[in-house]
């Protein structure tokens, strides 16, 4: 089973990467690296080479299932697990995220102090 030590947050709001990152750090003793926009998070996959990672649904460009399909098109990356960040979770688009392939959602405003034990709780359901 891999460790989910390192993730990749894709997120365009500063103050949602800085209280993300805050949180997934300190609570949850994660290393994370912020990636700006969908365009920024392809360009830094292979360096960064995240166990995971957290993507924003709506962001100017290219938006999070954009994202998603690129990161399907690179072999290294293909199989890295995805959790969308979302405030959109109808049911439906709920469905749809995860026919994108997202092994999770994750509704925003999110708590926190029970982010890590979120991210933790979806990461498991792939790797028990």
Excluded at 12 to 32: C, M, N, S, Y
Excluded at 51 to 61: A, E, N
């Amino acid at each position: 089973m891999n460790q989910l030590n390192c993730i990749m947050l894709v997120e365009d709001d500063p103050d949602i990467q800085i209280v993300a990152k805050l949180a997934l750090e300190t609570v949850g003793g994660f290393r994370v690296e912020i990636c700006e926009n969908g365009n920024q998070a392809l360009a830094q996959m292979m360096s960064l080479r995240p166990d995971l990672i957290l993507l924003d649904v709506m962001m100017p460009g290219m938006d999070g299932p954009t994202t998603l399909a690129k990161l399907r098109e690179i072999k290294e990356a293909k199989d890295i697990p995805v959790i969308f960040m979302t405030a959109k979770v109808q049911q439906q688009e709920l469905e749809e995220y995860q026919n994108l392939g997202a092994l999770g959602v994750i509704a925003k405003p999110f708590d926190p102090m029970k982010l890590a034990d979120q991210v933790r709780e979806v990461w498991s359901k792939d790797h028990v």
